[in-house]
DNA sequence: CGGTCCATTGACCCTAATCAAGCCACGTGG
DNA sequence: CCACGTGGCTTGATTAGGGTCAATGGACCG
């Protein structure tokens, strides 16, 4: 609640099962895999990396040759104008697939950085096709992620083209609860909340200046606290009414 | 270019072997697709519907049992708040796979309506798993399918959140150009335009008013012209450049 | 001939962008 | 120790882009 500093990014294990010993998979927000899809992602992971907080997973205009998977960490998805502006897309968290829409992508496409330091597991992207064929639950559940995802964008999309500033707040803030909270990130009722509000403004489509005075209504009215980097809803149900946005519990979810 | 009216929609052939006759297979748009798995898309298929223009393809409340193909028409997907603003998240063309995003959904979804007279190929649900299984380059072609539509609507989002009216506009058209363009869908330089003024704006997070005055504005520069249901772009160079869109060249996609 | 749907335009207003300044918490280097 | 720069947050003043309201007109239809 009055955090010293983020904790320090927990990295993947290491060894020859890797995942194993992986501390997202204990996690209940993620479906259990068997002991052969297990040691098929195994195959297909290239190994880990680690971000600054800040850093680029993903460039913008570079086509990666890698697949993520997030380990630990915050991040988010991006697309900038050639003058500057930028939207994003969506943000990230432990367990989030990341690079699925390079694969297939006639042209440019997204940036994915880091806003907390962060550490990956990365998998080549050349042989995703050979998983689909080799596991074709893996398959399965890659679609699931894509279209879960998929779902989080149209909320955004939503947001950005039909809600006012206050609902676009109200909305983005329980999202991130709700996402944080099926992943057993929260922690006394507070979320680590790494993001600075020109975050906030660009996920929105908001200026910074408006993104703030938003931002201190909607704390001043008692809805929401956000202190030295940590989130407390403190009236859940006024914010999902004031967001139009009821997230129902959120299931278990594939983690490859 | 002075059209009648917009063609009959073109109805998928029944028979024993409907797959065979498909009026969009034989467009290389989409990817030619191994005899075996073109029979199992047939065993997965579960039969042909027809939706007249404003027609509900899936209602925005219900869980839909099946997953569609578009067969020919326009639809588009679609979110509606709780006070009736609604946000178009995308428009779908002939050969769009519709559905999927419900297939993995917590709670609440998109609706799809058909722009005009619409026919579509269904699909059971149930067996997208099966589908799967047994030929895992379905799977892996879904999942491109579906990769593909979160890039849309990537672009959309950043439309939505950090472009002008004139940029939505001119990214927009564009973006339905060059789609109806892979599709061969254009005739002497125009194509169908099937929408009203309050689709575009509910798809660009506009007004009514303000959608009718940038476009007559464009118009008059001449960039473009929009003439009972039919567009014809005119500078493409320019409304590219206005709305800082560059589609590539668009490869042939998968068609399930 | 009235009713409906859609496009169009003008008048007015308001939300959110822009501009500008000040604040605090930092880290760094003299 | 203090001066300075930097990044992020906060606030007020002003402006503008786009929303809202209202009215008109054409095309089509029963």
Redesign the pocket.
């Known amino acids: 609640m009055k955090p010293e500093d983020y904790p320090a990014p927990v990295c993947p294990p290491r060894g020859a099962h890797p995942c194993d010993a992986c501390g997202l998979r204990n996690n209940p927000a993620f479906l259990p895999l068997a002991h052969e899809q297990l040691r098929l992602i195994e195959a297909f992971r290239t190994g880990e990396r680690e971000v600054d907080a ?1 850093g680029a997973i993903i460039h913008e205009h570079r086509r990666s040759t890698q697949l993520f998977t997030l380990y630990s960490g915050w991040a988010f998805r991006y697309k900038t104008l050639s003058d500057g502006r930028r939207q994003i897309l969506g943000f990230l968290l432990p367990g989030d697939f990341i690079g699925l829409q390079d694969e297939f992508a006639d042209g440019q496409t997204h940036g994915v950085e880091a806003v907390t330091g962060a550490t990956l597991c990365t998998f080549s992207r050349d042989r995703l096709w050979e998983m689909f064929k080799a596991q074709p639950k893996l398959g399965y559940d890659i679609t699931w992620l894509a279209a879960r995802e998929e779902k989080l964008i149209d909320d955004n999309l939503v947001t950005a083209g039909r ?6 707040v109200a909305m983005l803030l329980m999202q991130l609860y709700r996402r944080a909270e099926r992943a057993g990130m929260i922690k006394d009722g507070w979320v680590e909340f790494p ?7 660009d996920a ?13 209504r909607l ?2 009215l008692g809805l929401h606290k ?1 202190d030295n ?1 940590w989130l407390r809803i403190l009236e859940p149900h006024a914010l999902e009414a004031l967001g139009d946005y009821f997230e129902r519990p959120l299931r278990a979810v594939p983690l490859i």
């Not at 809600?163 to 676009?168: G, P, W």
């Not at 993001?195 to 403004?201: E, K, L, S, T």
């Not at 929105?204 to 201190?216: A, D, E, W």
């Open positions: 800040g809600r006012n500033a206050s609902e676009r993001f600075n509000q020109q975050h906030i403004a929105l489509g908001l200026s910074l200046v408006h993104t703030n005075k938003t931002l201190r704390q001043r956000l980097g």
